[in-house]
């Protein structure tokens, strides 16, 4: 009895790993083609029952989630190394190939947190489980695509060839331009008031993110937190 359970789990996971094939791509060009509209669906997907909510296109998370693990598997693929300066909690952190994904998946749920609590801040909404999920599910599909950019500009960076190097600082640019662009447009569509106000609240939100993930790395890179230096 538990093997034929353990059958359909498979054979549903299965179905749903293809399904992916066909429902990730579709995603991707719309959140890149049509982010504004895309985002604005999230409110509308939350109207319909659970089972139905996101049936043709995924859900923010996971899709984040996958394009994390879609630029993983281009750097499997280069055969690129993780740095090697890792202290022993960024050894045991980044070793396990479960364990990577979720931290790089969580480093880039930092920005759409931060931007869902600045959000709700200024509506002056009480901030909890419920009102922080409609706004960090739209902010999610927003930072996908800077997540396979910025990811795989990292990658070629660290190929340490210097065609490759400009090619990813070029990709990390342009996914920086692109996501201060649609962030300020969905902060304006959210808040009213004009461009230049949204404008800087998007950079903060950006700074915000950029200190939090180099404050953690900085963390996994030093020996200070496992070895103290000692006069």
């Known amino acids: 009895m538990d093997f034929l359970k353990l059958l359909r789990s498979l054979e549903e996971f299965l179905y749903e790993a293809m399904t992916w094939l066909v429902i990730y791509p579709r995603t991707l060009w719309r959140v890149i083609r049509y982010p504004h509209a895309t985002s604005r669906r999230v409110e509308a997907e939350f109207e319909k029952p659970p089972e139905q909510r996101f049936a043709n296109v995924l859900s923010p998370p996971l899709f984040l989630m996958l394009s994390v693990l879609a630029a993983h598997g281009l750097e499997v693929a280069l055969h690129v190394a993780l740095p090697s300066e890792l202290n022993d909690v960024g ?28 959000l709700l801040s ?30 795989t500009a990292a990658v070629f960076i660290r190929m340490l060839r210097p065609g490759m190097i400009l090619l990813g600082l070029g990709m990390f640019l342009v996914a920086c331009i692109w996501y201060v ?17 949204a404008h800087w609240a998007t950079l903060r939100i950006l700074g915000i993110g950029l200190f939090v993930n180099s404050a953690v790395a900085f963390l996994l890179l030093s020996d200070l937190i496992v070895k103290p230096q000692h006069s």
């Open 122 to 151: 200024k509506k002056g909404v009480p901030i909890d489980r419920e009102s922080l999920r409609k706004p960090f599910f739209a902010q999610c599909y927003l930072i996908s695509p800077c997540a396979i950019a910025m990811s």
């Open 91 to 118: 050894r045991a952190l980044l070793g396990n190939e479960e364990l990577l994904l979720l931290y790089r998946s969580i480093t880039f749920s930092v920005w759409p947190l931060t931007a869902s609590v600045f």
């Open 181 to 197: 662009l649609v962030q300020t447009r969905w902060l304006q569509d959210e808040l009213g008031g004009g461009w230049g106000r």
